[in-house]
Nanobody, 122 residues
């Protein structure tokens, strides 16, 4: 059974940092492309960042230069380091398995975690 368990969310002031983690199990993590996706209150899903085979990383324009995605294949975990947080980063953050592991330009997901909430507010 595929499981994705996110953690690390919370309340942070603007300009602060958080590091999200996603512990994965039940599939071949090391060969899977993983993404972080978020949903702001009252809005639709937004792809945030993805990490592909060979460690290739990609970012959405709103987070470029502020967020860093990484993975530890020995721990079956993907991370999202979020710096210089803004109120617009508020939302539920999900990690997901990319359906197309060799196509970073195409985002469809086979499995999701339960999400972790991030609130950026003073």
């Amino acid at each position: 059974e595929v499981q994705l368990v996110e953690s690390g969310g919370g309340l942070v002031q603007p300009g602060g940092s958080l590091k999200l983690s996603c512990a994965a199990s039940g599939f071949t993590f090391s060969s899977s492309a993983m993404s972080w996706v978020r949903q702001a209150p009252g809005k639709g899903l937004e792809w945030v960042s993805g990490i592909y085979s060979g460690g290739r990383t990609y970012y959405g324009d709103p987070v470029l230069g502020r967020f860093t995605i990484s993975r530890d294949n020995a721990k079956n975990t993907v991370y999202l380091q979020m710096n210089s947080l803004k109120p617009g980063d508020t939302g539920d953050y999900y990690c997901a398995i990319e359906k197309y592991a060799n196509d970073p330009g195409r985002h469809e997901y086979t499995h999701w975690g339960q999400g972790t909430q991030v609130t950026v507010s003073s």
